[in-house]
């Protein structure tokens, strides 16, 4: 009963936070000029209708040589009518000066930007995990022979490389030098062709390169520490073989530790890596949202902040709670 | 018995024996000096080889970006939109003629584009093809040599300066015996179409003027055939400027027929003269004449970016910039960090809850958004580093006010606290004098530690384009690597090269530095390197 206590507790908290960041930024946002100049082709009387029904402005009249006036509404109501749009019809707006997206809803566009970002990321994890994972244990098995030597090389290599330069790195060798893959991703529809995967491998492989090097860190210590547990000699001596108290007694130890780090892995897959989609040209969220800012687009960036915080304020507390699931040694929230 | 206590009346000095074999029986004092804290942790420290290694790279990196802004000539704001893409030129690899490091590249071209380089390297007398050296495959179809990135630009585009300045570079040629202009080709006489029309390095008689791509007319021995615009005394067209200096090799007044021809340097049109420069000896003049900016020949560390500029003084600008900023942040958000952190370790309870839970909320707002909405507020205001300082610093402190809160908890409910509380000191004194210095360690380790993940937040952020910090004498080594991706479409590698390496070494030092400050500081592990 605590743990579900605990559970909803943090839930709670969670949902708290989330809701004064989502405040802030929509009172920043709303403290900001409103754009209401009419792109080229738009009626400027239009555009001012638009931003009335969708209540940030009221009273608009038209003055001398096609100027408008208006008065803003209190961002509070703004704020009201905001959250009511998304409760009752699940509207985030509109998108008012992205370019391409004119006109259609945030929401949309959004949804049709996240295969992508959430394709690569799953690949890589799907990639990343195994190998790290097996490295990691093949480090700790071998510790101090001539494997783990150049596994912890390879590790403390990949770890020290910041993830731009070894993007670009495989960008220029991989993509240009060599041509085994395309320079940028495909920008196909079709996500699951061999395709788009071939042009999405460079992206992928610059994302979990990281990731393998640091599950492979983390495996190789949480492992080697449990190989030295006195309950690993009592399962020597009660007869089983090195095999199997390492798999059913080691492993399941070190994963304790490892597979909540996985988990939150998993949720913080959707943000994606902004870099990298940069780089690959990757259609993704992260590229969204830096048009968002250069466009200007409130809307946008409103829902993908509420987006990117969600993701980061889940990831954390799913780590937090996996391990009381996990791990009945720690109890957490009970006296 | 009183006999033998009466023995000795008084006992003799020699009859008495220390009851040990050494003479004395107070503690020794101890021979090795006492190791403070501090000594100890630095002697820890000088133990990691790892660290030092990375204190030494940290030292150069540094020195090299307060060093090199000093001693080039070049400035971020520089750049020339002729050069680039110009490859990494070292003098010392060039006099010794190494084939690395030397200005040039390994070029493979059809027959066309090797004679038209051969043609500039004939009119300039320059070894755009190093040592005139190059192998043909055998069909005869590709040319590879070492190309000259420098003397390849060759003359660019036409020119049109005004007179003043025409009169003054035939001074100075005159004067230095540099050859800046070279004959210009009649208007009639150039390629038609609109794109070779302003080329500069078609000096030669084409084969077909109309044509996209000009091939040059060879003659019977395969020469090239100089087209300049000739004229005599009597027929010297009024568009001719007058031009009295140095004179193409061998051109002092062809004759032909009885008649002197003269080549034309200088066309006179609306606004100016056209002339016709080798970019090379015209960028020495317009620097070393006109702009006087110190810079003596276009030679680029380096190299240079898509836009012309100089990658190293570029590089060491903008790691100046990134040392200065970093600093200064990690130095913000330590004061602001310790004190909100020390208020809120040393005083616990609902201080601390409160605390605690408005550094949570604002530590839950990812640094991006915080940085977008104050460039949307701030950033027509205040310039883009000032914003980007203010974002850091917004959410930075909180990671050190954990720590500080942290080192609080540890310490504050031990002895020694306890006796100096006793005695009557003061929170005040208590928290500064006798707390936080034994917290120093940790703390100053995850300063060091945040110094790395500032500079290469602000390299992402500037590459992303969030932040653009590229203003005056400002550069970024962000905006760098975004020169340098793309162009590795051009073949241009060595613009990423450079930047990721520095990169590259920054992190890994401030890593190896940082591992070894807290080991070192870490006391548990005392002695156990011994």
Redesign the interface.
């Known amino acids: 009963m605590y743990m579900f206590k605990y559970v909803m507790k943090r839930v709670g908290l969670m949902l708290f936070?989330?809701f004064?960041?989502v405040t802030?930024?929509f009172t920043?946002?709303k403290?900001?000029p409103i754009p209401t100049n009419a792109l080229p082709g738009q009626d400027p009387a239009i555009v001012m209708k638009t931003l009335e029904g969708r209540g940030w402005i009221t009273n608009v009249r038209e003055g001398a040589n096609g100027t408008f006036k208006y008065d803003r509404v209190p961002i509070l109501i703004q704020y009201g009518n905001y959250i009511k749009r998304i409760v009752t019809q699940g509207d985030f707006g509109i998108a008012t000066t992205y370019g391409e997206y004119v006109n259609m809803p945030v929401w949309d566009v959004f949804v049709s930007h996240l295969p992508p970002t959430i394709l690569i990321n799953i690949y890589s994890t799907l990639i990343g995990v195994p190998i790290g994972l097996g490295l990691g244990i093949l480090a700790a098995l071998k510790k101090n022979k001539w494997q783990d030597q150049v596994i912890n090389v390879f590790i403390i290599l990949l770890i020290?490389?910041?993830s731009?330069?070894l993007a670009?790195?495989l960008?220029?060798f991989f993509c240009?030098k060599l041509g085994w893959f395309p320079?940028t991703m495909s920008t196909s529809d079709e996500y699951f062709t061999w395709e788009v995967f071939h042009s999405m491998l460079p992206a992928v492989f610059a994302l979990c390169l990281g990731s393998i090097a640091g599950y492979a860190r983390y495996t190789r210590a949480e492992l080697s520490e449990v190989l030295t547990g006195e309950f690993m000699l009592l399962a020597r001596t009660k007869g089983l073989t090195k095999r199997q108290a390492i798999y059913r007694h080691a492993m399941r130890n070190s994963m304790v530790v490892i597979f909540p780090s996985i988990l939150s892995e998993f949720v913080g897959v959707l943000s994606g890596s902004?870099?990298i989609e940069?780089?690959f040209t990757i259609n993704g969220v992260g590229g969204l949202?830096?048009n968002s800012?250069?466009f200007?687009d409130y809307d946008f960036?409103m829902l993908l902040?509420c987006f990117?915080?969600l993701v980061?304020?889940t990831a954390?507390i799913v780590i937090d709670i996996s391990y009381g699931f996990i791990d009945p040694r720690i109890r957490m929230g009970a006296k | 018995m009183a006999n033998t206590t009466n023995k000795y009346e008084n006992i003799p000095v020699e009859k008495l024996r220390f009851a040990k074999k050494s003479d004395a029986l107070h503690d020794k004092k101890l021979s090795t000096k006492p190791v403070s804290y501090f000594q100890g942790a630095f002697r820890r420290f000088a133990k990691n080889k790892g660290a030092v290694v990375g204190g030494v790279v940290i030292l150069v990196l540094v020195l090299f970006a307060i060093i090199v802004p000093f001693f080039t000539p070049f400035t971020p704001g520089y750049y020339d939109m002729t050069y680039n893409y110009v490859t990494p030129k070292n003098d010392l690899f060039v006099d010794a003629g190494i084939d690395f490091w030397d200005g040039c590249k390994e070029k493979e071209a059809n027959y066309v584009g090797f004679l038209k380089d051969q043609a500039i390297a004939q009119e300039t007398g320059r070894e755009v093809i190093k040592r005139n050296e190059y192998t043909v495959s055998e069909d005869g179809s590709v040319y590879s040599y070492r190309y000259n990135t420098y003397y390849g630009v060759g003359f660019g585009k036409y020119k049109i300066i005004s007179l003043e300045k025409y009169m003054a570079i035939q001074q100075y040629q005159l004067e230095t015996g540099r050859q800046v202009l070279y004959p210009i080709v009649d208007v009639t006489a150039r390629p038609t179409l609109e794109k070779n029309k302003y080329d500069a390095n078609i000096y030669y008689v084409t084969e077909d003027p109309k044509a996209k791509t000009i091939r040059p007319k060879v003659d019977t021995e395969g020469n090239i055939i100089p087209n300049y615009w000739k004229y005599t005394e009597e027929t010297k067209s009024k568009t001719v400027a007058d031009y009295n200096s140095l004179r193409i090799e061998g051109e002092n007044g062809i004759t032909q027929n009885g008649e002197t021809y003269y080549y034309a340097y200088g066309r006179i049109v609306d606004g100016g003269i056209e002339i016709r420069a080798e970019y090379y000896e015209y960028y020495i003049y317009e620097h070393v004449m006109e702009k006087k900016d110190g810079i003596e020949e276009p030679s680029f560390f380096f190299g240079t970016t898509d836009t012309g500029k100089d990658i190293l003084a570029c590089l060491a600008y903008g790691a100046r910039f990134s040392f200065i900023f970093a600093t200064l942040v990690a130095v913000a958000n330590f004061i602001v960090g310790v004190i909100w952190g020390s208020i809120s370790g040393y005083y616990g309870g609902k201080i601390d809850l409160f605390m605690e839970r408005f550094a949570e909320i604002l530590g839950a707002v990812p640094t991006m958004i915080v940085i977008t909405l104050l460039k949307y507020h701030l950033g027509a205001d205040i310039p883009q580093w000032l914003v980007l300082f203010i974002a850091f610093f917004a959410t930075g402190w909180i990671g050190m006010s954990h720590t500080t809160r942290m080192q609080f908890y540890r310490f504050k409910n031990q002895e020694y606290v306890l006796a100096a509380r006793t005695l009557g000191a003061n929170d005040f004194r208590i928290m500064f004098k006798h707390i936080f210095p034994n917290g120093l360690g940790t703390i100053v380790t995850s300063v060091a530690l945040v110094i790395p993940a500032m500079i290469y937040s602000e390299t992402s952020l500037s590459y992303l384009g969030i932040i653009n910090l590229e203003a005056g004498e400002i550069t970024s080594v962000g905006t760098l690597i975004a020169a340098g991706q793309k162009s590795i479409t051009a073949d241009a590698g060595f613009v990423a090269l450079f930047p990721c390496v520095f990169l590259v070494l920054l992190m890994l030092s401030f890593n190896l530095f940082g591992n070894g400050l807290r080991d070192a500081f870490n006391p548990s592990l005392r002695g156990s390197e011994d």
Do not use: D, E, H, N
């Open positions: 936070t989330f004064i960041i802030m930024c920043l946002v403290l900001l020290s490389l910041p731009i330069v670009l790195g960008q220029y240009f320079l902004l870099i940069r780089m949202y830096l800012i250069t200007q960036f902040s990117y915080t980061s304020l954390a």
